[in-house]
């Protein structure tokens, strides 16, 4: 007779990301307890994590009109608006090119080259140089946001498109499909997972580079407050506000590329059950 094991506290999937959050947080407030030990000044204050949390629930004003809350708020949309758009550009064109490179291997050549070369420009050297194309603010942070997420979307779609198996092919030359079937059934169903990881790279690329372009064009956005927030034109707790804020953005659009990957990829959901009945022996 078996007897039915359960299974152990360590097998669980969340915990490798509890114990990292737990460490994370004790390190933080080691270091807050070593640097409220010096001179407190604005440019030296590493708050406990609290204080953050509670700066975001306060309902003091930080500005004329506006709580923490409301100004990281209502910037937070502002970055996500311009980055989403950015990224759902990037997507879509990273998508269509992969699959031209696939038809064409001239096209390959061409393109792949200098998508490499655009993603080492560094974004500092970047913004400037598309602010002069575009002329608007909010457009070149779109496009620089579009770039960063092209170059992941493309290179990872190109490599699912070249996984496919030679015996895929064979089987279905012997059925005479055409080459349109051929991407259909075969090739698009198994780059989707590559697609899903170059979205889960891009996707807090994009943010991240929304917020670094605000620190340096202004015109709002989490940037933006982040460098007035240094400058003392509000209290230096909006600093801290969107750092944590950030991060938090960052985990959960890699986070929701994965659920989306699993609503949608049919392999994904059967990879994950039979993974899930393995872990229940």
């Known amino acids: 007779m078996k007897t039915k094991t359960h299974p152990k506290l360590t097998d669980k999937k969340w915990m490798p990301t509890l114990v990292w959050i737990l460490c994370i947080v004790a390190i ?79 096209v390959e050549k061409l393109a792949f080259p200098y998508l490499m070369l655009i993603q080492l420009i560094p974004i500092l050297g970047m913004a400037p140089i598309i602010l002069s194309l575009t002329g608007s603010i909010g457009v070149s942070r779109i496009v620089i946001a579009a770039i960063l997420t092209f170059y ?35 090739l698009i169903p198994s780059c989707i997972p590559y697609f899903f990881t170059g979205l889960k790279i891009a996707a807090p690329m994009a943010i991240t580079a929304s917020i670094l372009v605000d620190t340096l064009q202004g015109d709002g956005g989490l940037g933006c ?34 659920w989306l990957e699993l609503a949608i990829s049919p392999l994904k959901r059967i990879d994950r059950k039979i993974k899930g009945k393995g872990n229940g022996k």
């Open 28 to 106: 933080w407030e080691i270091m807050a307890c070593v640097v409220a030990t010096t001179k407190r000044t604005p440019e030296n204050i590493l708050p406990h994590i609290y204080q953050i949390l509670y700066s975001l629930i306060s309902t003091k004003k930080v500005t004329g009109t506006q709580t923490a809350l409301q100004v990281v708020a209502l910037a937070s949309v502002q970055t996500l608006l311009r980055a989403a758009v950015g990224f759902l550009i990037g997507m879509v064109a990273g998508f269509g090119l992969a699959l031209l490179m696939k038809l064409s291997g001239i």
């Open 152 to 186: 992941p979307v493309a290179a990872n779609t190109l490599a699912g498109l070249k996984s496919v198996q030679q015996e895929k092919y064979e089987l279905m030359y012997s059925y005479a499909a055409n080459r349109r079937t051929i991407y259909k059934k075969v």
């Open 225 to 258: 407050m982040l460098s007035q927030s240094l400058k003392h034109a509000m209290s230096i707790y909006v600093f801290w506000d969107i750092v944590l804020v950030s991060a938090v953005i960052g985990v959960l659009s890699a986070k929701i590329m994965g």
